[in-house]
């Protein structure tokens, strides 16, 4: 079983921190909600622990087993097993869905999947995500439909087949029929291959289909309630005013920013000063 830890994680974007004391863990077995008012560090959260380099981690750890995450590289997160199912899925024009991903496996092996092995697995991938036969030959998201930006991630997702999977906002863009396909496929792979699973959304109906083992509510970059399941529920019919009642705390919601995520910059080999 793999676990996922983080302790007393404090996160910084410009000076500004935003997280501020992040314990969490997560097993291999484990799927957990992370909710919270827009604005308050839910995708900070995924993307320090993936590496981005636009966020400082100022204090705390990151483990995954006995592995320090953060003095890892980012292609040496993505190699020991973690993967981030991107809110704004970036366009890479020239490359195309098989070159990308067939690198990205073989990164992960000792030896190259073989070319027949790897258009099976893809085949298979992009029929259970009902999307296009050409999926393959088209350029990296480029003039993707935003639900097709989203299911592609799951592909993506189904043939890396990491041990922790963060997804951030997976769900947004998706009709109804598309969400029911995503989730049905990410709680197959995840009960199939124990994956562990820290999954962010807004909406109750995305986790009713996922049936979260843990939830967890951040506000104001800390951690303020956990619970299970049932926890989902109750913040979709009343909202987090109660909370913010009962604990004595102040709500600041902010706009969500379209965040475009370069390429180049997630894969930078630099490593921000830890403190």
């Known amino acids: 079983m793999t676990t996922l830890s983080i302790h007393d994680l404090h996160v910084s974007v410009e000076d500004k921190e935003i997280l501020k004391g992040i314990d969490l863990t997560?097993?291999?077995?484990?799927?957990?909600?992370?909710?919270?008012?827009?604005?308050?560090?839910?995708?900070?959260?995924?993307?320090?622990?993936?590496?981005?380099?636009?966020?400082?981690?100022?204090?705390?750890?990151?483990?995954?087993?006995?592995?320090?995450v953060l003095e890892m590289e980012v292609d040496e997160r993505s190699r020991m097993g973690l993967f981030l199912g991107m809110?704004?899925?970036?366009?890479?024009?020239?490359?195309?869905?098989?070159?990308?991903?067939?690198?990205?496996?073989?990164?992960?092996?000792?030896?190259?999947?073989?070319?027949?092995?790897?258009?099976?697995?893809?085949?298979?991938?992009?029929?259970?995500?009902?999307?296009?036969?050409?999926?393959?030959?088209?350029?990296?998201?480029?003039?993707?439909?935003g639900g097709e930006k989203k299911r592609n991630e799951i592909v993506q997702m189904k043939l890396l087949k990491p041990c922790m999977a963060m997804l951030d906002e997976i769900d947004s863009g998706l009709d109804v029929d598309a969400l029911k396909l995503v989730a049905k496929e990410v709680r197959k792979m995840q009960e199939d291959t124990a994956m562990g699973l820290l999954v962010v959304s807004h909406y109750e109906r995305f986790y009713d289909l996922l049936q979260p083992t843990h939830a967890h509510v951040l506000i104001d970059g800390k951690i303020v309630m956990d619970g299970d399941f049932s926890l989902t529920k109750k913040i979709d019919a009343q909202g987090y005013d109660w909370i913010a009642k009962s604990l004595g705390i102040a709500i600041e919601e902010t706009k969500p920013r379209l965040?475009?995520?370069?390429?180049?910059?997630?894969?930078?080999?630099?490593k921000e000063p830890r403190q």
Not at 40 to 68: E, R
Not at 108 to 113: K, L, N, V
């Open 26 to 68: 997560i097993r291999s077995d484990e799927i957990h909600a992370l909710m919270g008012p827009n604005g308050n560090g839910k995708s900070t959260l995924l993307a320090a622990i993936m590496g981005n380099p636009k966020y400082t981690v100022t204090q705390g750890t990151i483990f995954l087993d006995d592995h320090d």
């Open 87 to 145: 809110q704004y899925p970036s366009e890479i024009s020239g490359v195309t869905n098989s070159d990308f991903l067939r690198a990205a496996m073989n990164a992960r092996r000792e030896r190259p999947i073989s070319l027949f092995a790897f258009i099976k697995e893809m085949e298979q991938a992009i029929l259970d995500m009902d999307m296009k036969s050409d999926l393959a030959h088209r350029f990296l998201n480029e003039g993707f439909s």
């Open 259 to 270: 965040n475009t995520t370069i390429l180049g910059s997630c894969a930078a080999n630099q």
